[in-house]
Structures are given as C-alpha cells and as structure tokens.
C-alpha cells in the first residue's frame, strides 16, 4: 500500500468513491460504492473498513451515498457532511445520525494529522462542497459535481500539488446524446457538471500555479469517453507548454494511486 497518495474506488455517474492517505491517516471521500466493494477494494490495500479515520460526503446524491445506508448499520468510522447534505441525508435515513459529523459549508476542521478545508460548489444539491486537504509535506484537492469553477474555488486549487478534477461530458456528445432535453439542461448548467474544455482550462490555470498531477474524475458513461477528456484536457496543456501529468480515473477502481509528492514519479 502506497502512502501520501489517492486510490479511486470508483468514478463516474454509477458511483464515486476514493480514498486518500497521508501517512497514517486514511480518509475515504464519497462512499457511491455497496459497503461489499468498498470492503474489496481496502482488503486489496491490506485495509479494513474500521482502519479509516473518516469519510468525508461532497453531497446528497444517491451516486456518493449510494452505500451508506449499510455503513451506518455495520460500521463506526465518522462520516462528515455539511449541515445541508446532513439534514438531506436524515430525511431518507434517519439511522445516519450516530455517525454524522455535520458542519457548515467552507468550514476547516481537522482528521488525524489532516487539515481539512471545505469549499461550496455550484451543483444543484442540498449544500455541495469540494476539498482541500492539507499536511505538512502536501496539499491536495478534490473538485467534482460542479457546474462551473467559481474563482474563489480555482484560487484553493491553484494551491494543490494534486488535483481530482471533474470532466463530465463533451459538449457535442451531450448535445446529441439519448438524455431528454431538461436532463441535458440539467448536466449542461451552471450547476450541474464540469464540461471537458471548462475542465481543460481550469487544468491549464492550475498547471501553470505548479499542480503537478490532476486525475480527470465523475466522466458520463454516455456523454464522454476516457480518450475524448484526456485528449482535450492534453491538448489544452501541450499548447499551453505546460508538463503536468494527467490521468482520467475509471468506473472501477485504478491499478495505481495518483501521488501527491513531486519528487515521487507519477504513476
């Protein structure tokens, strides 16, 4: 198991789900996955569910939450979400509370040897939030599940060493796709989710202010392809000059973590 780094679990419109580690601190983001493929990916790592320090909610919508329900039953790591997202989560699983760690959106707490900083994001949930995650040796951030990047939240990014950054669909393979047309409304608008080139050009800003890896995540399974957002976002950054690696994390789970250290070769 590889330390100071991200292991996506699952990524996409059928489920999300990471987990960071810095040093002995084990943070899962998102728990989109069955409580059973969680448990197999962390037994792949020599992990257990009970080894995790936290989990950590970016919202509401049954595509993060997706294994909740039988975590709260099984398990008692802390799961953490804003007020919004704790109150909308209530409303359907009232058991969730015992473990809810409820705070306010843009709020920084901290997680064994982790500074945690919350930031708001435009989506059409309850209270939607992106994070930073801050130690000694590194600064991370996660950025998904968001319309467009406001400048207060590139500014956080622009910090990071490594990025998780969402690259949702393709403008033309929406417009064309089988969605109808208040879905495609929905995906398309300022808060609904990140397009390839909105996602390459914030890749070329945060680029250009040293973030050295960004892993394109939350890609449509009918509105983009792991070729069409590597290619846009790659192509955004040659013209720009700019060397930082890219990946696109898949539906399943990565062979490879995605490192926060420069002076560590990425995978």
Same mark, same amino acid.
Request: aromatic share 6%; hydrophobic share 40%.
């Given at each position: 198991?590889?330390?100071n780094c991200?292991y996506?679990?699952?990524?996409?419109?059928?489920?999300n789900c990471?987990l960071?580690?810095a040093g002995?601190?084990r943070i +899962?983001? @998102?728990?989109g996955v069955s &409580?059973r493929?969680?448990?197999?990916? %962390?037994?792949? !790592?020599g992990?257990?569910?009970?080894?995790l320090d936290?989990?950590?909610?970016?919202?509401?919508?049954?595509?993060?939450?997706?294994?909740?329900?039988?975590?709260v039953k099984?398990?008692?790591v802390?799961?953490?979400?804003?007020?919004?997202?704790a109150?909308?989560?209530l409303?359907k699983n009232p058991?969730a509370?015992?473990?809810?760690?409820?705070?306010w959106?843009?709020e920084t707490f901290?997680?064994g040897?982790?500074d945690?900083?919350s930031f708001l994001?435009?989506?059409d949930a309850?209270?939607?939030?992106?994070?930073i995650?801050?130690?000694h040796?590194?600064?991370?951030g996660?950025?998904?599940?968001?319309?467009f990047v406001p400048?207060?939240?590139?500014?956080? +990014?622009? @910090?990071?060493?490594?990025? &998780?950054?969402?690259s949702?669909?393709? %403008?033309?393979? !929406?417009?064309?796709g089988?969605?109808?047309?208040?879905?495609k409304?929905r995906v398309g608008?300022?808060?609904?989710h990140?397009?390839?080139p909105?996602c390459?050009?914030?890749?070329?800003k945060?680029a250009e202010h040293?973030?050295?890896?960004?892993?394109?995540?939350?890609l449509s399974?009918h509105n983009n392809?792991p070729?069409?957002a590597?290619?846009?976002t790659?192509a955004?950054?040659?013209?720009?000059?700019l060397?930082?690696?890219?990946y696109v994390?898949?539906k399943?789970?990565?062979?490879?973590?995605?490192?926060?250290?420069?002076?560590?070769?990425?995978?």
């Open positions: 198991m590889e330390q991200y996506s679990i699952a990524s996409g419109s059928s489920g990471g960071y580690i002995n601190t +899962l983001i @998102d728990l &409580v493929r969680l448990t197999a990916a %962390l037994r792949r !790592l992990l257990t569910i009970e080894m936290a989990v950590l909610l970016t919202h509401e919508h049954i595509d993060h939450v997706k294994g909740l329900a039988t975590f099984r398990h008692t802390p799961v953490y979400a804003t007020k919004g997202t109150e909308a989560l409303t058991d509370k015992k473990l809810l760690r409820p705070y959106g843009g901290t997680i040897t982790v945690v900083q994001t435009p989506h309850a209270e939607s939030v992106g994070y995650l801050r130690t040796a590194h600064t991370f996660f950025a998904t599940d968001l319309g400048s207060a939240v590139q500014k956080l +990014l622009l @910090d990071c060493d490594a990025v &998780v950054l969402e949702n669909h393709d %403008l033309d393979m !929406l417009r064309m089988p969605y109808p047309w208040p879905l409304q608008g300022s808060h609904g990140l397009s390839n909105d390459a050009a914030c890749a070329v945060l040293g973030v050295h890896t960004i892993l394109l995540a939350h399974e392809t070729v069409t590597l290619r846009e790659r955004a950054l040659d013209a720009a000059g060397a930082c690696e890219v994390a898949p399943d789970e990565m062979e490879h973590p995605i490192r926060f250290q420069l002076e560590v070769q990425a995978c």
